[in-house]
Nanobody, 115 residues
Framework: QVQLVESGGGLVQAGGSLRLSCAGS????????MGWYRQAPEKQRELVAT???????NYADSVKGRFTISGDTAKNTVYLQMNSLKPEDTGVYYC?????????WGQGTQVTVSS
């Protein structure tokens, strides 16, 4: 069993910053990558950023230069530093952990950016 617990969401004004954390527990051995997706109201879930076990990162074009993903493999934890937030960044942010055989998702944390 795998459990992913997100934290760090909240309400922030445009231009502000937030740092999301996702702590994995349980059968995390062999995880290939972890990352963040988000879902705005009435929109599909979309990629925000991912990081592989080897440290390679991938970002959505809309967040490049503003968001930074990092990981602590010893703690099975992934972070998302979000700077220069915009109202369009509003949504529920979900943590993802991926193995070659499948994925696990966290419950999500709400991020609201006011204009």
């Amino acid at each position: 069993q795998v459990q992913l617990v997100e934290s760090g969401g909240g309400l922030v004004q445009a231009g502000g910053s937030l740092r999301l954390s996702c702590a994995g527990s349980g059968h995390m051995f062999g995880v290939e990558a972890m990352g963040w997706y988000r879902q705005a109201p009435e929109k599909q879930r979309e990629l925000v950023a991912t990081i592989t076990r080897g440290g390679s990162t991938n970002y959505a074009d809309s967040v490049k230069g503003r968001f930074t993903i990092s990981g602590d493999t010893a703690k099975n934890t992934v972070y998302l530093q979000m700077n220069s937030l915009k109202p369009e960044d509003t949504g529920v942010y979900y943590c993802l952990a991926s193995w070659t055989w499948g994925d696990y998702w966290g419950q999500g944390t709400q991020v609201t950016v006011s204009s």
